[in-house]
C-alpha cells in the first residue's frame, strides 16, 4: 500500500501520523473508481487492465484520452501548477462527479505591456 511506504512516497516523506493514515485510507476506499456510481468513475476503472496498477491518475488511459489536447503550457499556469490539481478545471472535482457541464478550463489572461 502506498501510504505505508511514507518515506519514499514520490520523492518525498509524508511523515503522516496512525490517525492520518486511517482518515486518508478510508476516504480513498469509499471515493475508488471501482465503488462509485459515475460515469466517469467506471470509464476510469474500465480502462485500466487487470494487470495494472496505477500510481497515479494521470496514468491511467481514461484520463489521458480526456486530456490529450490540453497544451502543456497550461498545466504550468499558476491557476493549474500541475496534471494533479483537478479543481483547477472541475468545479466538482471535492464530489468526485467530473461532469462536462461542471468543467471550466482556466482561460488565458491577456497579458497587457
Request: glycine residues 2%; hydrophobic residues 35%.
Amino acid at each position: 500500500m502506498i501510504l505505508k511506504q511514507q518515506a519514499g512516497h514520490f520523492d518525498d516523506d509524508l511523515d503522516l501520523d496512525e490517525e492520518t493514515i486511517v482518515k486518508l485510507l478510508s476516504y480513498a476506499y469509499a471515493k475508488s473508481a471501482d465503488l462509485e456510481q459515475t460515469e466517469p468513475a467506471w470509464r476510469m476503472n474500465s480502462s485500466i487492465a487487470s494487470n495494472e496498477i496505477p500510481l497515479r491518475i494521470t496514468e491511467v488511459n481514461y484520463w489521458k484520452r480526456k486530456h490529450e489536447e490540453i497544451d502543456n503550457e497550461v498545466w504550468k499556469r499558476s491557476s493549474v501548477k500541475n496534471k494533479a490539481n483537478c479543481g483547477a478545471c472541475h468545479l466538482d472535482a471535492e464530489q468526485g462527479t467530473f461532469e462536462d457541464a461542471d468543467m471550466r478550463p482556466p482561460v488565458k489572461k491577456n497579458l497587457i505591456a
